[in-house]
């Protein structure tokens, strides 16, 4: 394969990309330090091709006017997406990279043809990634609701989640997809619930158990663990629900001999002590408000069988769509043509 020097310094992307994918897969968290030599080279081949065009026979317009583009357009629309919550952080970082190494298209010589097949118009490198990478994305509901379908589930849900075993809610993750009140788009993210029940120090099963006992707020460790993120296991590859034993009460269950009647009132009405792990912990629980957490610990522990949203781990259809794009080109915009609309 034959291209210039920094097309081809731009493939160490494809690793990359590939192993943040699978840790996207396996445990939804990809370490800053991934994107940091990506993000060099990404600078260094941005500044060396710009001084070669400017000093180059042409006037490099077109490929000034991509660059504006790449950078001005999808590094914005990628971080604008992560601060609505539509992109996780990884997501965000991976996108406004593409749009720093990859404004324009690069040229793959083979022996029979030139990759990218089948470039788009515009030329925006980093634009055709995000297409390809929504065109990916399409798949998974689809995929989700086939496997549903063929196995006899059926269930609003049945297009974005799949139903778990509630013993196997703390090795999932994703999203309730229940309420007490029954379907919701809402419900309680299962990172915030592996939070709560190693801030807790009790596991799933002991929460179920006796679910009485730990509804009522005084119950809470006097002296809480230390959250963690909600990994299932961290990068140390401790498992995250590693936890010390939680029988340390206070000397009256949690709430203090000197606390007024007024006190008392307020602990009880606070309903598994939902608004003290919020308030205790270091920023915030993926979003989770005390309703939601309260709405999923109900559901977790009235109910056998309970439908989750795993998600997309937005990496892998990115990762597909980088693929696609340094070999097909753009796919969306040959769909287009296809049925008649570009």
Do not use: C
Request: a negative charge.
């Amino acid at each position: 394969m034959l291209g210039s020097i920094p097309d081809l310094l731009r493939l160490l992307a494809v690793p990359v990309f590939g192993w943040a994918a699978y840790r996207d897969v396996k445990t939804r968290r990809v370490p800053n330090r991934t994107w940091v030599p990506l993000a060099a080279l990404a600078v260094v081949l941005l500044v060396w091709e710009t001084y070669t065009v400017l000093t180059g026979p042409t006037s490099g317009q077109a490929y000034l006017i991509r660059v504006a583009i790449s950078l001005g357009f999808v590094a914005p629309l990628a971080y604008g997406f992560w601060l609505i919550g539509g992109f996780g952080g990884a997501d965000a970082k991976a996108f406004m990279l593409t749009a720093v190494l990859f404004p324009v298209y690069p040229v793959y010589y083979l022996p029979t043809a030139a990759l990218p097949l089948e470039p788009s118009t515009l030329g925006v490198f980093s634009l055709t990634i995000l297409s390809n990478t929504v065109v990916a994305g399409i798949f998974y509901p689809l995929g989700v609701a086939a496997t549903n379908l063929a196995q006899g589930r059926f269930s609003p849900a049945m297009f974005i989640g799949k139903p778990v075993a509630i013993e196997r809610l703390p090795e999932e993750y994703g999203r309730l997809l229940e309420s007490p009140r029954g379907f919701t788009r809402s419900g309680l993210d299962l990172d915030a619930l592996r939070m709560y029940l190693q801030w807790r120090g009790i596991t799933l099963a002991q929460l179920r158990a006796d679910s009485t006992r730990y509804r009522h707020p005084e119950s809470l460790p006097s002296d809480p663990n230390e959250p963690g993120d909600g990994a299932i296991v961290t990068d140390g590859g401790e498992p995250s629900d590693a936890r010390r034993p939680s029988s340390e009460l206070g000397s009256d269950g949690g709430v203090s001999a000197g606390a007024t009647t007024d006190d008392t009132v307020a602990a009880v009405a606070d309903e598994w002590g939902a608004e003290r792990f919020l308030d205790d912990i270091e920023g915030s629980a993926y979003g989770t408000s005390p309703e939601q957490l309260r709405d999923g610990l109900e559901v977790a522990v009235s109910e056998r069988e309970v439908w989750i949203s795993p998600g997309i781990p937005f990496l892998v259809p990115m990762f597909a769509g980088l693929l696609a794009a340094l070999t097909y080109g753009d796919v969306l915009f040959s769909l287009l043509v296809l049925v008649g609309l570009a």
